[in-house]
């Protein structure tokens, strides 16, 4: 088996990364092998992956970020190399990473949140299940692929939480507030009863008119056209509504620690963005108040 076919077992039953994931790391590898003509990948030094880092800004010319993942994926094929006793050491350990500007999310303001979600047609044939899919993404953080995929059996309202799976197929319990319970039962109880539900989407929560699970290009559409009947000029999208729900717990005051759990964020580094929103809310609210600022 190839050391590249070795590395695909080995995210896909060890790291429990999506297929998709793995073969995105497959591809950075890929482009690596084709870069070395022939070379093997065992065989490659910290000169040869400088070089392909090069190529990646010159010729082939890959935004940062795209150069920041593909660097990503190599170091963890080459860390894998080593765990196996494939290679001795890791080329890529000083491979250096392209210095990115820290791009912090777009947020609404609660009551540009409350004003999406007035913006609902409650009267409409699909407004109930588009109040409750903005109430969960706003009041549980869930990423727009988690919302698509919630099921019925992971909703556990009684004990006043969902089980969420995200990233990697890991599961993580999110508490539901009453607010965005009641919104979801009354589209379970009301439209969600009078749609005719195929065989494979039966235990799925959102389902559009046809009774199949709904496409994340769907949401998508759906938050633009309501953000634009609110009159939100800023650009948002459905992990606008998971950015508002972290950042407004933190701004109450809320542990980071409780905020990466509810996000399901591997690392608080990640979750440790928002407190820099934090700070800018700070800063604009003395701007704002304050007389000798």
């Known amino acids: ?42 065989a490659v030094d910290i000169t040869d992956l400088q070089e392909f880092a090069k190529y990646l800004q010159g010729e082939k010319m890959v935004e940062p970020t795209s150069q920041a993942r593909i660097i990503s994926g190599i170091r963890a094929f080459y860390r ?19 210095k990115l500007g ?23 044939p699909e407004g109930h299940r588009n109040r409750a899919i903005i109430e969960v993404l706003y009041g549980c953080g869930l990423r727009v692929s988690e919302l698509v995929d919630l099921r019925l059996s992971c909703l556990h309202f009684e004990e006043g939480y969902i089980r969420v799976i995200g990233k990697g197929n890991k599961e993580r319990i999110v508490p539901i507030g009453e607010t965005a319970r009641k919104a979801v039962c009354n589209y379970i109880e009301g439209r969600r009863q009078q749609v005719k539900v195929k065989k494979e989407a039966s235990d799925i929560v959102f389902l559009n008119h046809h009774g199949n699970k709904l496409t994340r290009v769907a949401i998508f559409t759906m938050v633009k056209d309501l953000a634009k009947i609110a009159g939100i000029t800023k650009e948002i999208s459905p992990h606008t509504f998971r950015h508002s729900f ?3 717990l933190v701004e109450g005051g809320a542990d980071l620690r409780a905020v990466q759990e509810m996000l399901g964020h591997e690392s608080i580094t990640t979750t440790e963005i928002y407190t820099h929103l934090d700070r800018q809310y700070i800063q604009s609210t003395i701007a704002l108040f304050h007389p000798r600022y």
């Open 1 to 42: 088996m190839s050391p590249i076919a070795r590395f695909r077992q080995y995210l896909l039953l060890e790291k429990s990364l999506s297929t998709q994931t793995a073969e995105a790391y497959l591809h950075d590898i890929s482009l690596l092998a084709s870069f070395l003509e022939g070379k093997s990948l065992e």
């Open 102 to 124: 820290k791009k912090l999310p777009s947020v609404l303001s609660i009551p540009e949140v409350e004003s999406v979600i007035n913006a609902v047609d409650l009267s409409a």
């Open 246 to 248: 972290a950042t407004h």
């Open 80 to 98: 894998f190399l080593v765990i196996e006793g494939t290679i001795s050491a890791n080329p890529a350990a000083l491979l250096d990473t392209p």
